[in-house]
C-alpha cells in the first residue's frame, strides 16, 4: 500500500466549478497535512496546510481532514483555468521532517 | 518573505564532469532538503539538514554529495552522473520551530540534464 494515494486524473471541471480533489494516507500517527500546487516545469507552491480535523479555508481553497478516516481533500470553488495545475498531497512523517507526497491529481479547468 | 533560491535554472553535464547546484534562503530556517524529481513523478526526498547537520540520507547514491556550509546555504554536488539522473531538483526550507508542524517552502529548482 502506498503511504499517500491520490487519483492521477485527469480531473475535468467546467469554469466557475466546485473542484474536489481527495487523499488518502497509511500512517496514522501522521500529524500534518499539505496542499501544493505545481505548474508544468515549475516547482511545488504551497496551497495550504491543515493538523486539525474539519474544515480550513482560505479564499477559494478549503481543505478537510478526517484523521479517523485517514483521509484529506481540497475544495477549489469558482474554479478558474488558472488553476489548471498539477495538486500534490503531502503528508509529514519520520519524525517530523520527512514530507511524502501523493501521486498528484491533474486539475483541468475548461472554459 | 518565503523565498528559496537555486542557481543554476538549467544544467547540462557530461557522465565524466563534476558540478554543483546551490540553494539559499535567508527566512532563518534552519532545516534544508533536496529532493529529486522526475516528470509526471512526484518530489522524493533525498536529504534533509537539520541545524547544518545532515539528518535523513535516503540511501542516495554517493555520486550526489550534500553539503550545508551554513544555515542559509545547501549545496548539492555532482559527480559522474547518470543519464538517469537527469531530472528536477528541488530544494526545501523550513523554520524547524514545531516538531511535526513544518512547512517546506520550494525553491523554483534546477533542471538537470547528464549526456
Known amino acids: 500500500q502506498k503511504e499517500v494515494e491520490q487519483n492521477s486524473g485527469p480531473l475535468s471541471v467546467p469554469e466557475g466549478a466546485i473542484a474536489s480533489l481527495n487523499c488518502t494516507y497509511s500512517?496514522?500517527?501522521?500529524?500534518?497535512f499539505f496542499w501544493y500546487r505545481q505548474y508544468s516545469g515549475k516547482s511545488p507552491e504551497l496551497i495550504m496546510s491543515i493538523y486539525s480535523n474539519g474544515d480550513k479555508e482560505d479564499g477559494r481553497f478549503t481543505a478537510q481532514l478526517n484523521k479517523a478516516s485517514q483521509y484529506v481533500s481540497l475544495l477549489i470553488r469558482d474554479s478558474q483555468p488558472s488553476d489548471s495545475a498539477t495538486y500534490l498531497c503531502a503528508v509529514l512523517t519520520g519524525g517530523g521532517n520527512k514530507l511524502t507526497f501523493g501521486t498528484g491529481t491533474q486539475l483541468k479547468v475548461e472554459l | 518573505d518565503t523565498e528559496v533560491t537555486q542557481t543554476p535554472k538549467h544544467l547540462v553535464m557530461g557522465m565524466t564532469n563534476k558540478k554543483s547546484l546551490k540553494c539559499e534562503q535567508h527566512?532563518?530556517?534552519?532545516?534544508m532538503y533536496w529532493y529529486k524529481q522526475k516528470a509526471k513523478k512526484p518530489p522524493e526526498l533525498m536529504f534533509v539538514?537539520?541545524?547544518?547537520?545532515?539528518?535523513i540520507n535516503e540511501s542516495v547514491p554517493s555520486r550526489f554529495s550534500p553539503e550545508c556550509p551554513n544555515s542559509s546555504l545547501l549545496n548539492l554536488h555532482l559527480h559522474a552522473l547518470q543519464p538517469e539522473d537527469s531530472a528536477l531538483y528541488l530544494c526545501a526550507s523550513s523554520v524547524l520551530l514545531v516538531p511535526n508542524r513544518e512547512t517546506q517552502y520550494f525553491g523554483p529548482g534546477t533542471r538537470l540534464l547528464v549526456l
Open positions: 539538514y537539520s541545524y547544518e547537520k545532515l539528518s
Open positions: 527566512m532563518g530556517h534552519r532545516a
Open positions: 500512517d496514522r500517527g501522521s500529524q500534518s
